[in-house]
């Protein structure tokens, strides 16, 4: 949208006021501004501007104690409650590796940061919150009631911006046309041959570079040896089979910037209108079943045997949220996960949906 006709912070804090129920991120598209540009016009009105240095962040927040990790695209929310431990930091990449919050950071995505309080009723919530350069969420950290106060002011203090203006520059979408690469002219000979030849999942990453594919293409290109198409209800159904089985599951959920992972059993699955949730102690996940355009089952070779994912995408190509059997490095691939992947309901001639 044009600069000229967006709401001054005056307004966007008056809009705020009138519509205190509303989620950021839907009152920001009602706006017509970025997630962002929402937050920031509160600027010297309970929010401080703070600079997005990723690994000054995770090696202070471990000290805060336990918080809530928010990972989010348009589809998928994902929520994990825990600490901040075993930080690897990085310029290029940063991890968190901890039992209950586990990330893959992509810190020159993160553009702003902001620590927010509002007030609810007599309480005061308390959150750090990160933006591309686009204005779109990477990561928020939510406080608890057991959160170390003093850990967190100290860390925002040593965060705090000289730049407190309640407005922030935005700079067009780079996530458009993401789901799809442009331009390449591998062939399917080529793909199964690199394909065939992985020994790692982690490899996989670099074979789509190196093609200039991109995930959604690959999948559609291999074959069903590797790639198959299941019904847009597996989702639904993976969710209700592993919490009825008990079976540890690794669910990832991310965006541009960062990648969340839980790891372990789940219990509460909550079906809500379009979403389903899963409500569990220390995980929710809210997941936007009719943004489910494909959903794929993948095979990838691993020096330990094949590892099966259950992939979904949106109406772009974009990945909403993607499932493993729970594993470590060394192990082969869970039997119960294996026949649940392989059982769920297929599309008998995907080329033709």
Known sequence: MDQRVKPSPEEIRRARQDNPKMRERDLSAQ?????????????GVG?????????????GLEAVGEVMALTRNESAVHEKIGVYDKVVTGNHNAMVLGENIDLRIFPKVWAHGFAVEKRDGGEIRRSLQFFDAAGEAMHKVHLKPASNLYAYQKLVAGLESPNQEPTVAILPSAAEGEGEAQGSVASIDDLRDRWSGLTDVHQFFGMLKTLKLSRREAVRMVGQDYAWRLDNHAVSALFHHAAAGEMPIMCFVGNRGC??????????VKPMGPWINVLDETFHLHLRTDHIHEVWAVRKPTKDGHVTSLEAYDANGGMIIQFFGKRHEGEGEREDWRFLAENLPRIPNPTAA
């Open 47 to 59: 929010t401080v501007r703070v600079e997005p240095r990723v690994n000054d962040l995770l090696t």
């Open 259 to 268: 990648i969340q992972i839980h790891s372990g059993p789940i219990k509460s």
């Open 31 to 43: 706006l017509g501004i970025s997630e962002a540009e929402l937050v920031a016009a509160h600027c």
